[in-house]
């Protein structure tokens, strides 16, 4: 009996199999402008699993996809694959429709491959180029992250759009949105999405897309922005956008990981309004973004892990605001200002590398909350560890170091209170630890080389001291009172 059970569910496979050959040998293949004149009469003659395909040219005209179909620009490569070129010849432009509806509207299991999809909305250089100048200090916050009229729209469908095109639309290129009660988790993979009026690619609403090797630059907001989605965005170039390479905000929690985000007029990744925007970003590469590599605002809560944030204009990672949030193992290198800043935020800073940057290694200001946990400082030009604000701060097990210079390593601001067990201080000029507030120290290290005090209390500061070895400086305590 259980012989014959096995052989029927051989059997029931079997069955499966070959529906789907079937299946697959029923579908047709309506050829644009072959058996008809325009994409949209193809799309309406088509059937779920059939294919559209679209000869290059340009299609004036904006089209609604049908569930299931597959809507493909002709071309192949010689060894198989697709050709990357077929997207610039074979082109949706919907410049000439006077209807306010997307460029393409895409179906449940439908397919987009290989368009380019522009004119859509107006595109307005002279706007464009007086936000670049000006940083988006134009922007009006409440159009950000509006669904708008995209270039390609999915809304509350599961489906497929990639290696298009989107430029020049008044809108978002790609604008994705979950609806009540529908499954919203798109692929949207290989896309470039440039000089759109909104945002490159826009994850909205409860949508889940997978979001996946795409370039995004020159938009007007973000690259690939999130408002209330939890997508999961891998291994996309987003650069020279006038806000954020990607931009997080409004209760979103995506994954964001191996994207390389550059040359960005605001932070390379940007996160920010509400604890509930809680993203994890991990292993990404931020760099000579004009202002933070990522940067952290307005109360949200993001864990930030083993990403690379180099020469950026500001922090190499930044937080501030009641932002809170978890940086760990993450290297950070010739910033131009802190390589990890903390301002009026919390929180913990464990295991990162921060390295010659223009300021601090870690800069703790206003009335914040850190712990700094093993991590390393080596060569930021003015301080290792720098707390001037009304911070508390506990500092355990960390290497801050630097040759030459005449800063000390440690700053510890007048209402700063700063608890520091088993750090090793090495190269402060006039003293390892600048002490203006309150500290108590804790089996430290402190060498210095002909330097002015390992601690040096100035007045009214207030210090207690337990097992510390200070050597190497004319003074190992100066200022203390007995």
Not at 184 to 195: D, H, K, Q
Not at 207 to 213: E, K, L, N, Q
Not at 343 to 370: H, P, V, Y
Not at 417 to 428: A, H, L, P, R, Y
Request: charged share 20%.
């Amino acid at each position: 009996m259980r012989l014959l059970g096995g052989g029927m569910e051989v059997m029931k496979t079997g069955f499966v199999c070959l529906y789907c050959m079937i299946s697959v040998m029923s579908a047709k293949i309506i050829q644009v402008p072959g058996d008809f004149k325009t994409i949209q009469e193809g799309i309406n003659a088509s059937e779920s699993g059939d294919i559209v395909l679209v000869a290059p040219g340009t299609y004036s005209e904006r089209i609604k996809l049908k569930a299931g179909i597959r809507v493909r620009s002709f071309g192949e490569k010689s060894k198989g694959g697709l050709d990357d070129k077929r997207a610039e010849k074979t082109i949706i432009d919907g410049s000439k429709v006077s209807e306010e509806s997307p460029g393409v509207m895409m179906a449940a299991g439908a397919t987009l491959d290989g368009f380019s999809v522009t004119g859509v909305g107006k595109y307005d250089e002279e706007r464009w180029r007086r936000s670049w100048v000006n940083q988006g200090a134009d922007q009006a916050h409440e159009h950000i992250g509006v669904f708008g009229v995209p270039g390609i729209a999915i809304e509350g469908v599961d489906c497929s759009v990639v290696n298009n095109i989107v430029h020049h639309i008044g809108d978002t290129g790609i604008a994705i949105r979950g609806t009540e009660g529908a499954k919203c988790a798109p692929l949207v993979r290989g896309n470039i999405c440039y000089r759109n009026m909104g945002g490159g690619i826009g994850s909205l609403d409860g949508s889940a897309a997978i979001i996946d090797s795409n370039t995004c630059y020159e938009n007007f907001y973000a690259g690939i922005g999130h408002k209330n989605a939890s997508p999961i965005v891998t291994r996309n170039t987003c650069y020279r956008n006038i806000r954020a390479g990607i931009g997080v905000s409004e209760g979103a929690c995506p994954i964001v990981r191996g994207n390389n985000c550059y040359e960005n007029r605001k932070a390379g990744i940007g996160i920010r309004t509400g604890s509930e925007t809680s993203p994890i970003v991990e292993n990404n590469d931020c760099y000579k973004n004009e202002m933070a590599g990522i940067g952290v605002d307005d109360k949200a809560t993001p864990i930030i892990l083993g990403n690379r944030c180099k020469k950026n204009g500001l922090a190499g990672i930044g937080c501030r605001d009641g932002a809170s949030a978890i940086i760990r193992g993450n290297f950070c290198e010739s910033n131009k200002e802190a390589g990890i800043g903390v301002e009026s935020a919390s929180a913990e800073i464990l295991r990162n590398q921060i390295n010659l940057n223009e300021k601090a290694g870690i800069g703790i200001s206003g009335r914040s909350f850190a712990t700094l946990v093993n991590n390393i400082c080596l060569d930021n030009k003015l301080v290792g560890l720098g707390i001037p604000g009304e911070a508390k701060v506990v500092v355990a097990g960390n290497s801050f170091s630097r040759h030459g210079g005449m800063p000390p390593m440690v700053m510890v601001g007048t209402k700063a209170k700063v608890t520091m067990t088993g750090n090793t201080i090495q190269g402060g000029g006039i003293a390892g630890v600048m002490l203006m507030g309150r500290l108590t120290a804790i089996d430290n290290r402190i060498e210095g080389a002909n330097g002015g005090s390992g601690i040096w209390v100035r007045e009214g500061a207030a210090l207690t001291r337990k097992g510390n070895e200070i050597k190497g400086y004319k003074a190992p305590v100066r200022g203390e009172k007995p």
